[in-house]
């Protein structure tokens, strides 16, 4: 991909599917580290309350004074005093804790409660060429709020016997906020993840899943290692971890499909 001369205005890309466990954290910091190394300037936003995603970039979600909670329920407090340099150049990230779980509850009662998040990215997007917002698993406001946000959604899918189940309802989720909330939202892509190609039964899964979504499909599919879960104890990209590893040159691959895709609408 060619450098940039100038940076901004951010695509904002939820990474959502309401099944834990399908590899969201694991493509959120990695898409956002094989980003950053083709030049983007890149937001990851923790919004969910395990602070998974923080922990994936060494940071102790326990020991954080302000996260996304204080930035998303408090007037006056700036982005800046919330964000956080990682190790990666170009990436940075708003991280989470489990004071999170309460803007659940609290944004209830608020005016415009779903575009919370947006409002409070809305400042940033000059600065950056990507936001990647890793959503935590299920469909409630916190997730609605990630889709009011974004402009494309990614849906990792684990190639596994039920991968399918309950796409339907994250599909359905997707369309009543772009009917109601954000209209500009769209399914950029499902991103098949945990594939085995020495099992018949994940090369199965993953036909189906291209016969279900067609051209919504990335063609990068990311295979299972235990080199994703190593990365999660150093606290590190695979892209940095290990540069040259299947696994890392998968997420530049689906990196440089999302440059492709995600041509922002002039
Ligand atoms: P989610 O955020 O959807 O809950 P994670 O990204 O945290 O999923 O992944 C769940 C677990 O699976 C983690 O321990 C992670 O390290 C591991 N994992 C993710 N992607 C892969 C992969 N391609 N191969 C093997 N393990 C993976
Ligand atoms: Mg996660």
Same mark, same amino acid.
């Given at each position: 991909?060619?450098?940039?001369?100038?940076?901004?205005?951010?695509?904002?890309?939820?990474?959502?599917?309401?099944?834990?466990?399908?590899?969201?954290?694991?493509?959120?910091?990695?898409?956002?580290?094989?980003?950053?190394?083709?030049?983007?300037?890149?937001?990851?936003?923790?919004?969910?309350?395990?602070?998974?995603?923080?922990?994936?970039?060494?940071?102790?979600?326990?020991?954080?004074?302000?996260?996304?909670?204080?930035?998303?329920?408090?007037?006056?407090?700036?982005?800046?005093?919330?964000?956080?340099?990682?190790?990666? +150049?170009?990436?940075? &990230? $708003?991280?989470? %804790?489990?004071?999170?779980? =309460?803007?659940? @509850?609290?944004?209830?009662? *608020?005016?415009?409660?779903?575009?919370?998040?947006?409002?409070?990215?809305?400042?940033?997007?000059?600065?950056?060429?990507?936001?990647?917002?890793?959503?935590? +698993?299920?469909?409630? &406001? $916190?997730?609605? %709020?990630?889709?009011?946000? =974004?402009?494309? @959604?990614?849906?990792?899918? *684990?190639?596994?016997?039920?991968?399918?189940?309950?796409?339907?309802?994250?599909?359905?989720?997707?369309?009543?906020?772009?009917?109601?909330?954000?209209?500009?939202?769209?399914?950029?892509?499902?991103?098949?993840?945990?594939?085995?190609?020495?099992?018949?039964?994940?090369?199965?899964?993953?036909?189906?899943?291209?016969?279900?979504?067609?051209?919504?499909?990335?063609?990068?599919?990311?295979?299972?290692?235990?080199?994703?879960?190593?990365?999660?104890?150093?606290?590190?990209?695979?892209?940095?971890?290990?540069?040259?590893?299947?696994?890392?040159?998968?997420?530049?691959?689906?990196?440089?499909?999302?440059?492709?895709?995600?041509?922002?609408?002039?």
């Amino acid at each position: 991909p060619a450098p940039l001369a100038e940076h901004g205005p951010a695509q904002i890309i939820a990474m959502c599917n309401q099944k834990g466990g399908v590899g969201k954290t694991t493509s959120t910091i990695n898409l956002g580290a094989a980003l950053a190394e083709y030049g983007r300037r890149v937001l990851l936003v923790d919004f969910d309350p395990q602070g998974a995603l923080s922990v994936g970039l060494g940071v102790n979600p326990m020991e954080l004074d302000v996260t996304v909670y204080n930035l998303l329920m408090e007037r006056g407090l700036t982005a800046d005093e919330v964000l956080l340099k990682t190790a990666v +150049p170009g990436m940075d &990230l $708003l991280p989470s %804790n489990i004071d999170l779980s =309460a803007a659940e @509850v609290q944004l209830v009662s *608020e005016v415009a409660r779903e575009s919370a998040l947006a409002r409070a990215l809305k400042p940033l997007l000059p600065d950056y060429d990507f936001v990647i917002i890793d959503c935590q +698993p299920s469909l409630g &406001l $916190l997730t609605v %709020n990630a889709l009011t946000a =974004a402009h494309s @959604v990614i849906v990792p899918l *684990e190639c596994e016997f039920f991968a399918l189940r309950g796409v339907a309802l994250l599909t359905e989720t997707i369309e009543k906020v772009c009917e109601r909330l954000n209209p500009d939202l769209r399914l950029d892509g499902i991103l098949a993840t945990m594939y085995d190609s020495r099992t018949v039964h994940s090369r199965e899964v993953l036909a189906r899943v291209v016969e279900a979504f067609g051209e919504h499909v990335f063609h990068t599919v990311i295979g299972r290692t235990v080199r994703f879960p190593e990365t999660t104890v150093a606290g590190e990209p695979i892209t940095t971890y290990a540069t040259n590893s299947v696994g890392a040159a998968a997420y530049r691959q689906l990196a440089r499909e999302v440059l492709d895709r995600c041509r922002p609408a002039e």
